[in-house]
């Protein structure tokens, strides 16, 4: 099993930043995609950025650009730097972590934080 912790999530306003972070714990062997996906309220999740653990990404054209993901594999944890912030992103953005153990794919969520960007 896999915990992830979820944290920087906040209210800011049109044009500001936030970063978010987050940190997995447990069995931790074999971690391979981790990211950031989101919902707003009445929307599908989607996805926003994921990296590998070789370092491909990928990431939603929505945000390409004012986005910027990075992870830690030393420290297992993901971050989501967010400039340029606009009202269309505010969302609950969840961890998303892909684990390969043989022949298995388990994947995780965080239990989500909460970006709110005022007009």
């Known amino acids: 099993q896999v915990q992830l912790v979820e944290s920087g999530g906040g209210l800011v306003q049109a044009g500001g930043s936030l970063r978010l972070s987050c940190a997995a714990s447990g069995s931790i062997f074999g971690m391979n995609a981790m990211g950031w996906y989101r919902q707003a309220p009445g929307k599908q999740r989607e996805l926003v950025a994921v990296?590998?653990?070789?370092?491909?990404?990928n990431v939603a054209a929505s945000v390409k650009g004012r986005f910027t993901i990075s992870r830690d594999n030393a420290k297992n944890a993901v971050y989501l730097q967010m400039n340029s912030l606009k009202p269309e992103d505010t969302a609950v953005y969840y961890c998303?972590?892909?684990?390969?153990?043989?022949?298995?794919?388990?994947?995780?969520w965080g239990q989500g934080t909460q970006v709110t960007v005022s007009s």
């Open positions: 990296m590998t653990s070789g370092g491909s990404t």
């Open positions: 998303y972590v892909v684990q390969d153990i043989a022949t298995t794919t388990y994947d995780y």
